[in-house]
């Protein structure tokens, strides 16, 4: 949780403000690879 977010986890389970930025922050990253995900299968999918 620190190295990925820069939050500890004390830290995010109390503060909602910084439990929201984070969450909106993962869901962009998995959002991101499962587009990477299906631009690989549509290019090696013939």
Known sequence: ???AHGVGYEI???KHDV???VEKK?????LK???MVADLVR???F
């Open 1 to 3: 949780m620190q190295a």
């Open 43 to 45: 290019k090696f999918h």
């Open 33 to 35: 690879s499962q587009r």
């Open 19 to 21: 439990r929201m930025r």
């Open 26 to 30: 993962r869901e962009k990253e998995y």
């Open 12 to 14: 995010y389970c109390r």
